[in-house]
Each structure stands twice: as C-alpha cells, then as structure tokens.
C-alpha cells in the first residue's frame, strides 16, 4: 500500500536559519506529492505541489522538488520566519485507478518551531 | 479562512456515549472528507462522500458512521465511544470527487475528548 515517511520532529531552527524537512514515499503507481501546513488552530492548507518526477513545486518561499529515483520529496525553505512555525504534513495521491476516487496519505506530521 | 465550517470546535464526552460532528463545506463543493488526527496514529483518512453518496473508505471503525444530505452538509457519528477515541476530527471539502488533482480544503476541527 501507499505509506509516506517525514522525519520526526519537533524541529526548532532560529530565524532565517535553513529549513529541510524530510519525506520519503511509498507508492505503487505514480504519485502525485504535497506539502500541507497547518498553523495553530487551524485546518490544514496545502503549501504547494508536484504531479510528476523532477517537477518542483514552490510557494512563500517553500520548494519542494518531486525526486523519483529516491522516492522523495523534502520541503525546503532558505530563510525561516517565526510566522513559519506550523506543523507540516508531507502527502500522496497516487494515480493508479483512473476514474476512482484516490485519497490523499499523509505521514505523520513534522512540527517546525522558528524561535526570534 | 478555508470556507469549511466544523461544529462544534470542542467536544467532552463519556466512555460509552455517542456524539454527532457536523460539517458545512465550502459552497459549491461536493465532495466532502473525514480525517481522524490523533497523536499515534497521524492523520488518518476516516470517508469521503460526493455529492450524497460514499465515495471512498478509509481506516473508520464499526462505531463510526457519517452520511452527506442533500444540501452536502455532513455529520460524522462516533458510538460507543472509547477513551482512544480521544482526537481532533477534520472534515474537507474539494469541488469534485478527487479524480483529478484538484487541493481540499479543511476546517479547523472538532476536538473531541473522551473522558
């Protein structure tokens, strides 16, 4: 089945420190990836997206790049705000059934700490 | 604001008792999806349904039921409810029945504590 591995936290960083959070993944078609974040309180916001080997994906700063000889897809980010504290969740759809309906995993959640 | 509404944000309960969470989804949505997040399992997919009917199932319990109406609001009903039911409950919501790579959306959650 489909599984995605982070790595555990919780990460503290100081800010405009550099941030890479880790996810690996198991899947056994072609997956599409995504990093979700969720604030505190808050639901979770998808951050950004790849669809397909080599693709990167990037937003505020977050880049995401979708690795398919290593089966992964690390969030990155160069220089961290304390707005950036938040737990991120590393997810895959894959693409195997066509027509059904294909659910997003999750691994289990990294909690990222950006300290002043 | 994601435009998915959860009722209520905190919930406190008995072992044995049984409890409703609702769902609005965002407005023009319909398909909506439940998540369990609990502090050993993750974030686990519960069920989705699309426009009033089951779509997919995931890892939900015997105990657990949930049903779409016809205005695509939704209700997660837990029964008989055990101290490891103890978690936060997200539903989302996306426009179509995720064939496509279209995002959800998620609220902000029913945090149920079972006692």
């Known amino acids: 089945g489909n599984s995605v591995t982070q790595m555990e936290g919780p990460v503290t960083l100081s800010e405009e420190a550099f941030l890479t959070i880790n996810c690996t993944y198991t899947?056994?078609?072609?997956?599409?990836l995504f990093w979700y974040v969720q604030y505190p309180g808050e639901g979770l916001q998808l951050l950004l997206k790849a669809t397909k080997a080599d693709d990167k994906g990037s937003n505020k700063g977050f880049e995401a790049t979708y690795r398919k000889e290593t089966t992964s897809f690390h969030l990155e980010k160069g220089s961290v705000q304390v707005s950036d504290s938040a737990v991120y969740f590393c997810a895959l759809r894959d693409k195997i059934s066509s027509g059904s309906a294909r659910q997003l995993t999750f691994g289990s959640g990294t909690q990222l700490t950006v300290l002043p | 604001d994601s435009g998915v509404t959860q009722t209520p944000k905190h919930l406190i309960t008995a072992t044995g008792q049984r409890v409703t969470l609702r769902c609005s989804p965002r407005?023009?949505?319909?398909?909506v999806y439940w998540y369990q997040q609990s502090l050993d399992q993750g974030l686990q997919f519960l069920i989705q349904?699309?426009?009033?009917?089951?779509?997919a199932k995931g890892n939900i319990l015997e105990r657990f039921s949930a049903q779409q109406f016809p205005d695509l609001h939704s209700e997660l009903n837990l029964s008989s409810l055990e101290l490891g039911d103890s978690a936060l409950y997200f539903c989302a919501s996306s426009p179509g029945d995720t064939t496509t790579n279209e995002k959800l959306f998620f609220g902000s959650g029913t945090q149920l504590s079972v006692l």
């Open positions: 349904y699309y426009n009033g009917e089951e779509r």
């Open positions: 899947a056994t078609g072609y997956p599409s």
């Open positions: 407005s023009g949505d319909l398909s």
